[in-house]
């Protein structure tokens, strides 16, 4: 059984629906890009899935429960976590109390310093700047931050809302060379990009929204086939 | 509080209202001696309402701080208007400042003067609060409202102070407050469809638009401000001629209280709204008091502890906006239902 | 002059307790709470009516009565308008409070209800051949234990993280795992509690209790929260203190035209609010995130 099925998702804001059909599904450790033109609806999506909005209809199964309208604080607890669009960290408070701050997403309060030292390990920036404030880290570094602050939780499920905005080619590639060894610890992740041949290339599969719907499904092959990609994107004959 | 407000004329809209607060004021305010003081009251209340349905509605700030200029209005006509020789007697042992006692106006100029004065006073405050946002409004509103009391409260050279001034001449006369507020409807009602009302409105939400339609906040802000606080000025004035006196504990906390309330549960975006408010608040506010008495109310008779009128009232307030921010009349203003046609 | 300083120092400490209370509630909410000087009038009730008891019960029965009403608010009205615009919950909390007053009054009578508080806390005692009054010191160093305290809670408790990352952004720390009502219980709770203290430093000194009783002191504290800074808790504490000192030395400083205190100092916050919108601690003209 998918780890997480999104099935016909309709989201938006007020009476505008941003999302007026998505569905798609997410095996345990696998990952899937979504990607789609600004404005779409991309970060809406996510925002319904993580709880930070409620969804106007459709279903949304997570580890066998439905998780659609809930609390994201409740859903956080059940192992889906999402980094937000822009990162959001907290820029006042230090780099220890944004990863502190992580922890209280965890179902298993026990084993809160062995997660901190994993997350330490993968992300060194965190022990280096330790306690100054997150704030004052560039913009690759508080990437990092946001990524281990919804990992210490230790999710089943990563959401993540275009962890490449704002940031240069050498860190983009860090960052995502990073997500490579989460994948391969076994959390499940989804990634929402708006530039396609980033996550293409790298996703198991990507879907493409456009219109608030599903429009295509793309695989790593058709991430060198750039005219398909450029199709599928913008649509046929448009 | 919803975003209503009307934007087009429409006679109904206008007229609706002036010919509904015509009946009441001839139904209600003629059936008995008592009756008639409530609506003279009521008609006051109802035009501080229009005061702040003016700002407030339309701007979208809360001002705590209008009853400043009631009681600035009210001073200001009780004091021309009062008997020379009661300013005399009563305050100047007191310490009245000589120049104040001997002036003495007719009671339309002396309103009139109020109004302006309010204006003005208005104007200077509010050069300085229209900058503010939000909270800082509110609190600042509310500081106005506090510098007022507290000055007229303890100052003897310019009033009566903590005292009541006796002998403010009386308007005895419904049809004559009834005049003062149509006029008073009939302005708001054309500030409100105006490109004032209108820009304040369309910028309440986000600030940030404004300047980039090359207007002005702070600039309609102010001018809807200014006239709010000549109505509301006017508002005192007549108040002091039905009371026959002027009190600064009149226009304190209680006064803000029940006219904020009447425009929050009548609906700050409308006319309609201010005046369904007035009516309900005053309506339920008597009944309540009756109750308190144990008098019957329309042949019924039902007690109610001493003091629980008060609580209610509140309630009511409350529970409006948590049912319906926007009012009995949900931001609409007076429209004939249409029948038959769905 | 000892003294003056001393009461300035003590009526600084007292307000900036009062504005804190308001400031924990206003930094997960967005919600200036009228109500909180019913909260503290209720503890003084409390405080005054229960002189028959030990002290210590007294305050402990007048904390938990206090936390009460405050939880009670929380669930049954302000939970209701999370979310809802500003305007709304700041005319919906002058609201409450009016009710509140008004119930009051219904429970108590509009007549003063006395009774000496703690009368070993009265009077002067001698220093240095100075005369100086107990209370004065006693309310420094109430002020000074607690607003330590508070310090550790919020700087240094996992509690106090989720209190400042949830006034920094709710939306995110919800992301997070931050559970939102029972952050923001916790805050009514905790503002009750310093309503309480805030009650009994008032009432050793006017034990006088009418309906009213805390609603001078709430809205000097919302013109210090104003001054000092909506933004943080640390600018809530401040600016109440600066509102207390100002007040004092006023009172001190103008002699027969004491009775104008409060115009000055509000015309002193109308400056300070024109040069600096945000309040002092803010970076000269923010956008306010009201």
Redesign the interface.
């Known amino acids: 059984m998918a780890l997480l099925e999104v099935t016909n998702l309709v989201a938006g804001y007020g009476k505008v629906e941003v999302i007026s059909d998505v569905s798609f599904s997410l095996e345990p450790g696998k990952s899937i890009g979504i990607v789609g033109p600004n404005g779409v609806g991309k970060s809406t999506l996510l925002q319904a899935i993580?709880?930070?909005i409620a969804p106007k209809s459709g279903s949304i199964i997570f580890d066998g429960k439905s998780i659609a309208g809930k609390?994201?604080?409740d859903i956080?607890?059940l192992g889906l976590?999402?980094v937000?669009e822009g990162r959001?960290i907290?820029?006042?408070?230090s780099v220890k109390?944004n990863l502190?701050?992580?922890l209280?997403?965890?179902r298993n309060k026990k084993g809160a310093t062995e997660a901190i030292l994993k997350m330490r390990e993968l992300f060194p920036v965190l022990s280096t700047h330790e306690n100054h404030q997150a704030g004052m880290l560039s913009g690759g570094q508080q990437q990092q931050l946001a990524i281990a602050?919804?990992l210490i939780?230790e999710p089943k499920v990563l959401l993540l809302d275009e962890p490449s905005l704002g940031l240069a080619p050498t860190v983009i590639t860090d960052v995502f060379e990073r997500l490579k060894e989460i994948i391969g610890m076994g959390t499940a992740v989804v990634i929402v990009e708006q530039r396609a041949n980033l996550v293409t290339s790298f996703a198991e599969k990507t879907i493409v929204i456009r219109d608030g719907k599903v429009q295509a499904t793309l695989t790593p092959a058709d991430a060198a086939n750039s005219e398909s990609l450029q199709r599928s994107y913008f649509g046929a004959g448009e | 509080m919803k975003h209503g407000g009307v934007t087009k004329f429409s006679i109904q809209n206008l007229l609706g209202p002036i010919i509904v607060l015509v009946l009441l004021t001839h139904f209600v305010g003629s059936a008995s001696t008592s009756l008639q003081l409530i609506t003279q009251f009521a008609l006051c209340l109802f035009v501080m309402v229009l005061a702040l349905q003016v700002f407030v509605g339309n701007s979208g700030v809360l001002s705590f701080g209008h009853g400043a200029f009631a009681l600035i209005g009210s001073y200001i006509s009780a004091m021309l208007t009062a008997p020379v020789n009661i300013k005399d007697n009563a305050l100047s042992m007191n310490q009245l400042w000589q120049p104040l006692v001997s002036p003495q106006v007719n009671i339309y100029v002396a309103l009139l003067i109020s109004a302006a004065v309010s204006a003005l006073i208005a104007a200077v405050t509010g050069v300085f609060l229209m900058r503010l946002n939000g909270l800082a409004a509110g609190i600042a509103t509310f500081a106005l409202l506090g510098v007022a009391y507290n000055v007229f409260f303890n100052n003897k050279k310019i009033g009566p102070g903590s005292q009541a001034l006796p002998g403010v001449p009386l308007i005895e006369n419904n049809w004559i407050l009834l005049l003062l507020a149509v006029i008073s409807l009939v302005l708001v009602y054309f500030i409100n469809i105006s490109k004032i009302g209108r820009t304040l409105r369309a910028t309440r939400e986000d600030p940030m638009a404004a300047p980039a339609l090359g207007i002005s906040i702070f600039k309609v802000r102010l001018i809807s401000f200014i006239i709010s606080g000549a109505i509301a000025g006017l508002a005192g004035g007549m108040y002091s001629h039905v009371a026959g006196t002027f009190q600064v504990q009149d226009y304190y906390l209680e006064f803000t209280f029940i006219t904020l309330s009447m425009l929050i549960v009548g609906g700050s975006a409308s006319i309609w709204g201010a005046l369904v408010g007035t009516f309900i608040i005053t309506a339920v506010g008597q009944v309540l008091l009756m109750m308190e008495q144990d008098l019957p109310v329309f042949g019924i008779q039902v007690q109610i502890p001493l003091g629980s009128r008060a609580v209610i009232i509140a309630l009511t307030f409350v529970g409006m906006l948590l049912w319906r921010s926007s009012g009995v009349t949900n931001g609409k203003e007076f429209r004939i239902p249409k029948i038959g046609r769905k | 002059m000892v003294q003056s300083i001393l009461d300035a120092i003590s009526l600084g400490g007292l307000y900036s307790l009062a504005a804190l209370g308001l400031g924990l509630v206003f930094g997960v909410m967005r919600l200036v709470n009228f109500a909180h000087a019913e909260l503290i009038t209720i503890a003084a009730y409390t405080l005054v009516l229960t002189t028959q008891f030990p002290l210590a019960i007294s305050l402990l029965f007048t904390i938990i009565v206090t936390v009460f009403v405050a939880l009670l608010m929380e669930i049954s009205i302000y939970r209701r308008l999370r979310g809802v615009n500003p305007a709304i919950m700041l005319i919906a909390s002058f609201g409450l409070s009016t009710v509140l007053q008004r119930v009051y009054e219904l429970m108590f009578g509009a007549l003063p209800r006395s009774a000496v508080v703690a009368p070993f806390l009265r009077g002067d005692f001698k220093i240095a051949g100075l005369s100086i009054t107990i209370s004065s010191i006693i309310t420094i160093v109430l002020t000074i234990v607690i607003l330590l305290a508070m310090g550790y809670l919020v700087e240094r408790t996992s509690l106090g993280l989720q209190l400042r990352a949830a006034s920094a952004d709710f939306k995110t720390a919800r992301l997070l795992g931050v559970r939102s009502n029972r952050l923001i219980s916790a805050a009514f709770g905790l503002s009750g509690v310093l309503a309480a203290c805030v009650a009994l430093i008032l009432v050793i000194q006017n034990p006088q209790i009418s309906p009213y009783y805390g609603l001078n002191i709430t809205i000097l504290s919302l013109v210090g929260i104003v001054i000092g800074g909506i933004a943080s808790l640390r600018g809530a504490a401040l600016g109440g203190f600066i509102v207390g000192v100002v007040l004092s030395s006023l009172n001190t400083l103008l002699g027969n035209g004491r009775v104008y205190a409060y115009s000055w100092l509000f015309l002193l916050v109308l400056v300070i609010l024109l040069v600096r919108p945000g309040g002092l601690l803010s970076k000269g003209s923010e956008l306010e995130r009201v």
């Open positions: 993580a709880g930070g609390k994201p604080e956080v607890r976590s999402l937000p959001q907290f820029s006042g408070l109390e502190a701050l992580g209280t997403g965890r602050r919804a939780s």
